[in-house]
Structures are given as C-alpha cells and as structure tokens.
C-alpha cells in the first residue's frame, strides 16, 4: 500500500493495481443472478455486492481527494474512512429511517445510505465538507461530519464518544414517546445505531453510555440500540491490545454481541443484519464488533511510519475491505478483477469530476454566518408564552423557590404532553430539596422516573429524547455534579443546531441546585458558584432566579 498521506495519485494507482491482481477464479459461464447470495448461507445477495464495492469504492476515492483538496489549498479535513468501509455493509442491513450516530471513519456507511435516497448525491456532500462550503447541507461549512436530516444521520463532533449517551437517549425515547402517544421524529419500529473506535470505547462517556443501555435493559426498559465498535486496533499511535474488544463487551449482562471480519463483506453484512433483527425485534441493545485496518495514518498531519514498522503497514494492506469485496465478487463470478479495478478508476473519476465545484463554493465569511443557527434567543417569544402566577399560595403565604419552581414544572407538565422530568431521586423522593415532590404521582412513572447515578447518562437521555420529540427536563443534583459530564452540554447540547444549521434540535430544561448553602457543609461536592463553566457555552442560555416570583 502506498503512503497516501503525500501522494494520493500514486496510492490510487496502487489500489488499482492491486484489484486487477486478485484473479478471476470463479468458473461461472455468465454472471449470477443479482438476487442471488454471493456465496451459499449469506443473506448478502451478489447485487448487494456489487452496491456495496462501489460505494467502498467511492468512499475511498473520496479520502484520496480530501488529500489532493488540502495540497491545493482548498481542504480543510482529512481524517479518512479508508480501511473501514466495510461499514457499509451495516447501513444496507439497516433501514434508512433508522437514526445514526456515526464517528469520524464513516464514509462507507454514509455512501451507501445516501445511495439509498436517490435524490441524495454523496459525493457532493462530502466534498462540500471537506472544502468547508457554506452550500454544505448539513452544517454549512462549519465543521466536516456525516450528517443528512432526510436520511436520519445525526451529525456528530470529533469528541471521543461523546455522541454515545445521546444514543441512548434516542433509543429510550423512541419507545418512550410511543408509549406516551407523542409523536416522534423516527418510526415506531426504529433502531438507532452509533458507532465508534476501538480507542474510543475505552473513553468513560462510552464505558458509561453502554452500561446505561444495559442498565435499562437489565430494568425491563426497551433499548433498541447497536453499538458498532470498528476495531482498527490502534488510537493515534497507541495499540489497543489484542482481543480487549472482545473481552470488555463481549459477555455483558443485557447486551447481545455479533462480531465480523471487515475485510469480508458477506460475514460483515450478515453479522450486522442478525445484531439489527436482534435490536429491532427484541428492542434489546447489541454490540457489533468489526475488525478493521486503518490507512494513512490518523490524519493528513500523521506520518504512521515513525511508530509502525513497515511490516506492520505491509499485513494491514491485505486486510483491505476493497479488495475483500473484489475477491468475493470475483469468486462468484460475479465480475472480473479487470472490470472491478475499471470500476475503482470511475469512481476516482466521478469523485475528480465534482471536486471543482467544491474547491470553487463560498466558504461562511461572516461571524454572523458562523454563528447563525446557535439556539436562537426570542425573551419576548417566551414571556408570552410563560403562565403568570403569583409567588404565594391560594391563602396569601409566600411560596419558597423550591415551592415555586415545583409549580412551575406542574403547569409545564399538564400543558405539554411530551414533557418529562427526569434524574437522580425525582420519583418517589421528589428530589433532593423536594422541588419534584407530587410530580409521579400527578403525571404518572412514564413521565416523571428516576435514573441511574450517572450525570453523563441523565444529560445523553435528555440530549437523545429532545432529538426525537419529546421535552426533558432533567435534573442534575449539585452543580458540582455536572463537571464530570459538561461536555454534554458544551460538545453536543449547544453544538447541535450548529452543526446541523436548526435541521437537528434538542430543546431540553437542565435543573441544578448551586451556590452556597447550609453553613459550607459538603466543601465543594455541594457548594459550587462556577456558573463560568456554563456561562461562556455559546448557545446555552442560564437562568439563574433569586426569588419565588422569579423562579
């Protein structure tokens, strides 16, 4: 495999030639029937095949390109897909209304599920992203993510996993809204699947986020969800150990786990169609362990030669999901490995032929381009929607901010059907300060429960049931609490809307105690001022009320 990281022609010819030796060593006189499995027992039939080659191919040439845009200048991110295509494999045993969260190494996936739409073109769309054009649909430029709102792709950040408890939140309130009878952005039947690296699994938002969903399982809660963990092997530079993958997640309580070769389609294909019949009909989570390979570094900037050997690099191009395609299309007599290689050249050419209009868009010139769709401030929008009550009870007694704010979530709650109040001792208890107190029994367990002790994992259901159409309003217990978990709040609540110019929203109400109490009992566990966490998060507006009438 040729280093690409300087020299994308020379590593496409390489791919090339590469598919051109595989040989032809099927013995069909014509070519099988389409709806056929391309080999006996797979489910993955030989025109799926040929689908899923050519958009591994197309995501590929896409990569190389990014590489051609930045030495011209006019590119502005390449981390790439290639070595992990074979994700496209899971998008076809997926429908395309089930709601994805992908990582970074997604092109493959991407590809196939535009293709699914065809007034969708891919290609366009990454290229528009990767030039940071303003035209891009889903964040204009602000950021290169995978994202379509017409094919239920939910951009996420570069921040290691932290779109995972958010996928949780999507799978708890898919049946959640359907039990309330509120309607959803997704169908009743929808299956959200999140992917990431094997590096990233070992982040505590990812450790946090698959024990949440097996949490709620082991509870009785639905959670159809699929993990997808594309194992590479290595984070940057530093090598994930052999078998880890399979060893943290492959016997947890509640989670069901498949496993695949990347570099074989057909076992990728059918390992992901049985983790998604398995999600979708028992609404129970599932873990899809995919080995992969990874080429051309972590990045453009990433030169993987000065901490991998050149034999290490070397066995990782046999392990090329391209050509393990290539040769099970070939096997079955499917194609030729002169017509597949033919193949990879057209797609590097449609792929060259949109670059020029890419290179040639408008970027966001303006800060008020930029900064457009963060969560719009209308103060007078929300006073006439606010009900007006006295700060005092039907006998004249002032009522203290607890009493007041509890009020409050009263009206909101028989006003909007699709709120819910959520969090550590919200139930029964009614909350630490008893500001929940009487709200379950009012509006019932499915709209007013308790959580586990996570504060990551109440913000990601909170993050997920506002994407998918209901209003959360959770609770954090301290503010000293949320530091562990801000980053819910500042990478992915505030940065939604961003990133996906108003498509994607998460309206959601985060209720924290802070300041000084009780004498300075607790030290900073408890009395904790450091609103400037939250203050200087664009996009996240504070209220902070000093007196009843004001709470």
Known sequence: MVEAVTMPDEAAAAITAAIGAIGSPGTNAQPPDPEHP???GSGLTVGECRTL????????QLDLAARR?????????????????????????????????LHYRSGGFYVRRAWQRPDIDPIADVLAGVAASAEEPIAGGRHKVFGRHEIAVIPQTSTIASHLPRAVGVAFAI??????GVASAWPADAIVVASAGDASMNHSTAVGAVNAACWCRYAGLPMPLLFVCEDNGIGISVRTPSGWIGAAYGNRPGLA??????????????????????VRRRRSPAFLHLTTVRFYGHAGSDVEAAYRTPAEIAADATRDPLLGTARLLAQAGAATADDLAKEFTAAGEQVAAAMPAAMASTPLLSRAEVIAPLAPHRPDLVAAQVISSPASDAVGTALTVAQSINRALRDELARRPEMVVFGEDVARKGGVYGVTRGLQAAFGRGRVFDTLLDEQSILGLALGSAVTGLLPVPEIQYLAYLHNAEDQLRGEAASLQFFS?????????VRI????????????????????VLRDIPGLVIASPARGDDA
């Open 38 to 40: 391309i080999r006996p």
């Open 53 to 60: 080659f050519a958009a591994q191919a197309t995501s590929r």
């Open 69 to 101: 845009m930045q030495a011209a200048g006019r590119g502005y991110y390449t981390i790439g897909s290639s070595g992990h295509e074979s994700n496209a494999a899971v998008a076809a045993a997926l429908r395309p209304t089930d709601p994805a969260l």
């Open 175 to 180: 049946e959640r809204a359907r039990k309330l």
């Open 257 to 278: 786990y498949f496993s695949a070769d990347g570099a074989d389609p057909a076992a990728v294909y059918d390992a992901a169609a049985a983790a998604a019949d398995h």
């Open 501 to 509: 110019r108003g498509q994607y929203r998460n309206p959601m109400v």
């Open 513 to 532: 105690a802070g300041y000084g109490y009780q004498k300075g009992f607790g030290g900073h566990f408890h009395n904790d001022n450091s609103i400037a």
